[in-house]
């Protein structure tokens, strides 16, 4: 009888979920009219999970609501919080992030997005550049904006050549064809971004320095280069290490 019922339900195009625990929702603060929505929407137990880490992450109740009526309208389950996170962190608004949402690009642009905003860009060069992303035009990746201007290349040249439509071929091209910023002598040294390795950082043997912080072990990458941020997307942060010689400044780190 029970299994009939079940057939019947399947056949019928339901995909009910009648025994999910709504109660991490009401724990993490969410109104309950809000998640009275999200009955109606049929919320499955691991959609609850991920929401929960939105509401921990500060995300609003009504963009939680419609990130998990979006998915549904993709027809598939909510899966993307990490990524919304992510974009949250980066200083991305929530309607950017519902934005991406409505195109279901949220994982797929979301690590690059994020970069956007370490590469230095101004929020109108940025908005421009996730625009053409979400409308699928061609536009060369954060790692190579980042490149030309490590190259001395302006916010307006650069713009000029993603409207051209340069590839990241092309642009990686002109990057190694370019020579890299001089600083002048006694100038504060450009900022260097750090990838894991086995050396020391932030103090050790050998360091009169005290570490600052009890953090992995980092290097230099050789040369000024944006990488994936510290493949968890955590918030960047800015430190500072000394090792006997010239300070240091390690830009964007993140913890």
């Not at 409308?135 to 916010?155: D, F, H, V, Y």
Request: charged share 25%.
């Amino acid at each position: 009888m029970l299994l009939g019922f079940v057939v019947l339900l399947r056949a019928s195009g339901c995909d009910k979920h009648p025994l999910t625990d709504y109660r991490p929702l009401d724990q993490a603060g969410m109104w309950s009219s809000n998640v009275e929505q999200l009955k109606a929407l049929n919320t499955a137990d691991v959609e609850v999970a991920q929401l929960v880490k939105l509401k921990q992450a500060g995300i609003s109740d009504d963009a939680c609501v419609t990130l998990i009526s979006g998915a549904h309208q993709h027809q598939h389950q909510f899966a993307s919080a990490d990524s919304a996170i992510n974009l949250s962190r980066a200083g991305y608004s929530e309607p950017v992030i519902l934005e991406i949402a409505k195109t279901d690009q949220l994982d797929s642009i979301s690590g690059d997005a994020v970069m956007l905003r370490l590469v230095g860009l101004s929020d109108s060069a940025v908005d421009l550049i996730l625009h053409r992303r979400l409308r699928g035009q061609r536009t060369m990746g954060s790692a190579e904006i980042g490149r030309l201007k490590n190259t001395g290349l302006t916010e307006k040249q650069i713009l000029e050549r993603i409207n051209q439509g340069m590839t990241d071929a092309q642009a990686d091209k002109e990057a190694a064809t370019r020579r890299p910023i001089r600083k002048r002598r006694f100038a504060r040294p450009r900022a260097i971004i750090l990838e894991p390795d086995s050396s020391e950082f932030m103090g050790g043997a050998g360091n009169a320095t005290p570490p600052i912080l009890n953090l992995p072990q980092f290097s230099e990458t050789g040369e000024p280069r944006l990488i994936g941020i510290c493949r968890a997307m955590r918030q960047p942060q800015t430190l500072t290490r000394c090792s006997g010689g010239p300070e240091k400044i390690v830009d964007r780190f993140c913890l």
